[in-house]
């Protein structure tokens, strides 16, 4: 069956975007698909395709992401979202991403895409942020921590019960996201230790390109950071 979904998908690519970013756009109650996401994806109903449904979406799972990956392809590659940054969000499912992204990130426009993900396993995660820093984007991660047992009684369970949100998540599946909170603790060690950080910056500050930066604008981005790090404020 998943054979026969990935199939279909690269069949009818332009059919399966379509329907994918019309249902994100219902999802995350934004004007434009800027936001991706594999549960999306893997719970959509596509007209006349009984196996994309939301009843089937515990066994798509190689086509969820093939669908997930195409759509972060799009809008990488689209001219309109040269030079704009990447999210990436992190917590356990239930965490209420979806909900603190509308309260904290008024213009999601200004990202090329958002990455909605448990982000819980560091080697995939670092591997993703390496891929985005290659193809000259600035990644912030918007992290929410939340107790994953509150998490699953006051998110996970409320919104399976909902007939029109019915998304699955196993409870091994469940423990697996707990650890996006070493994960991104990970991650900031991993990233802090190399100049991504001043570069990262300076691209920001100075509104050019991460690969246009150059000795000057990134000493002076050290400056900002430490100046903040030390209590300088902004």
């Known amino acids: 069956a998943e054979a026969a979904e990935v199939k279909f998908i690269q069949e009818n690519i332009d059919l399966a975007i379509e329907t994918f970013e019309a249902a994100l756009m219902v999802e995350y109650k934004t004007d434009v698909p800027v936001v991706v996401s594999t549960d999306v994806a893997r719970t959509m109903r596509i007209v006349g ?137 990970k991650l900031i060690e991993i990233f802090k230790k190399g100049e991504y950080v001043h570069t990262a910056v300076a691209s920001e500050v100075f509104n050019v390109p991460l690969k246009k930066v150059d000795k000057e604008m990134r000493r002076r981005a050290k400056v900002i950071n430490f100046g903040i790090m030390y209590g300088m404020g902004v």
């Open 49 to 185: 395709r009984p196996d994309f449904s939301p009843e089937m979406a515990e066994t798509r799972h190689a086509a969820s992401h093939a669908l997930a990956n195409a759509h972060l392809s799009l809008r990488l590659h689209d001219p309109a979202n040269a030079g704009k940054p990447v999210m990436i969000m992190a917590g356990v499912s239930g965490a209420a991403k979806t909900t603190n992204l509308h309260m904290e990130v008024k213009d999601k426009n200004r990202y090329a895409a958002i990455i909605d993900t448990n982000t819980n396993d560091a080697k995939k995660a670092e591997a993703r942020i390496r891929t985005l820093l290659a193809h000259d984007r600035v990644v912030h991660i918007f992290y929410i921590d939340r107790d994953p047992m509150v998490a699953f009684k006051f998110g996970v369970w409320p919104r399976f019960q909902k007939q029109s949100e019915r998304r699955p998540v196993p409870i091994h599946r469940h423990i697996e996201n707990a650890n996006s909170r070493n994960v991104v603790g």
